[in-house]
């Protein structure tokens, strides 16, 4: 019989002891969690299907569990060193794009952990099994490369992905813990005149503008100079009326109360061209999303008031898609649904608070969110119940077509904006035009979705605005995409048709998931605004107002700021140099001087680890040399967020940005 040594006995003992010490663990799947919630891609991601809605299979394997994404995809999670293991098998969805390349990456406390080496479709699905022990946070990063330009269906997937975790925790995301700095000081009580410089209205069509004046309440407004036709209320800043003779009109805006008194001039433009300053106002999309009704409607117009975004020039309320109905009226145009009981109420209570409305349709059978559009099937444009169910198939354009009608409702409503979202079609896109321009009324027009880029000349010519990208997500990188990667459009924008990298992702939004406050750092929001305004992009708030919080209420309402985007030059800033991770951003303004943004994106996507946000980056010491950029001689310098004089400067402006953030400047000759 075997013997145990004297030495046996403590050792198993040991052992015993070692195992009731050790944590617990769980298995958990990736695609249980609410993955939206961790994804920072454009689109977002798919649980136990691929991008495209179907069953993943990589090589011909199908997987029953796993994550499809599309695009550059972005996943973070917070471990907090409760983790164990990841394992995934990962490859190109066998639907994807075959002109595709993709890799995939995770990534634990910026160590390279995986790296699968370029994949294209047809490739067997490579293993992963990381060890995450100790990991604070875990990365996982998909990349793509395309071979040609077609950028559809670029799919890719985490078959089986799955954590090892310990006890009971669960992974978290990413905490947006970033100090929120309020940089500009509040307005005073003395009137300042904040609206626009130029404005532009069609002979013989109804004008609506409204003078934007901070300072204590009651302020009288006047103006001197005004064209024949129009008239103000001294009461409310609102002129309204109509004039038919074309020609320019310089008018002197004036606003007065008990601490003072306030000028500026007011260009008015009769003419063919709309829109000569950027549209500025709030859209209910990622608000509310489907969610919308005419009560929140009039809630957020009311808000804008009550929480001063109007007295900065904040000026449209438009609704989004779900506000269709039937067809009907008296030009059997699209009606409003249920949701929406005193449509032409609704309006002209906007109206009378200053504010404009703008709506939301499309020239298919049938919109993203499955309500009736500007086309049918139906020779009266009928949309039947039906449809909704099976609203993918009717994504295309009827045989029947009513952009005429639609175009002639709208302008009876008081439509102020129309939002024109399909896969864009130069055709289409010219029958709502002319249809609007015919319509009696000037209804700012833009196109959406993701503007085919060889045709920009002709959307400078039809539109007053279109879409330059995706639908923006509150990501950094979807941020980056949207926005810090567009200076080509820059040539076809200018007054009346402008460059629209999508909404402000600002405060609580609804992108991608349920409503919750922005992912974005407060820094990025610094550099959101800032990059927007320098672009000349319309700036549409995407959050419920009421919901503003004190930090994103300033973040809005920086006059300095806002006055670079409202410039009447109307000419958008170009990206004139990249250096030691820092863009910078220059635009032209009408009275000499340029304003010029210097971003920290600290060389965002040139490695696997700039993807991610790891909770220690750096601020960077920066000097910006003048002459590199065209700039030479002597400027007066002031930072627009502070609303501050920095001094005099000749030849280096040497500045500190923070991680993914700006300092914002203004330039003047001496």
Known sequence: MYKYSRFAFPFLIILLILGACAPKTHTIWLDDLKIQTFSEGIPSVAAKKNQGGDSIRIAGKRFDRGIGVQSVSVLSFLLNGKAEQFTAEVGADDKGNSAMQVQFFVLGDQKLLFESGAMKVGDAPKKVEVNLSGIQRLGLLVTVSLEDEGYGRTYSDWAEAQLVMQEDFLPLTIPNDGEKQILTPLPGNAPKINSAKIFGVTPGNPCLYTIAATGERPIAFSAENLPKGLSLDAKSGIITGSVSKRGSYLATLRAKNGFGEAAKPLKIVIGDTIALTPPIGWNGWNSWARNIDGGKVLASANAMVKMGLSNHGWTYINIDDTWEGQRGGRFNGLQPNEKFPEFKKMIDDIH????????????????????????????????????????????????YRFEKEDALQMAEWGVDYLKYDWRIDLNSAERMSDALKKSGRDILYSLSNSAPFELAKDWARVANAWRTGPDIRDSWLSLYTSAFTIDKWAPYGGPGHWNDPDMLILGNVTTGTELHPTRLTPDEQYSHVSLFSLLAAPLLIGCPIEQLDPFTLNLLTNDEVIAVNQDPLGKPGRLVAEEDGVQIWL????????????FNTAGFAKTPQSYFRWGNEPSKQFSLDLAKIGLQGKFQVRDLWRQKDLGEFEGLFKTEIRHHGVVMISMHKI
């Open 587 to 598: 635009k032209s303004l009408e009275d000499g001087s340029v304003a010029v943004g210097l």
């Open 352 to 399: 009378a608070m200053g504010l404009k409305l703008g709506l939301y349709s499309t020239p298919w059978i049938s919109t993203y969110a499955g309500y009736a559009g500007a086309s049918s099937d139906f020779e009266k444009g009928e949309y039947p119940d039906s449809i909704k169910p099976n609203k993918r198939a009717y994504r295309r354009v009827g045989k």
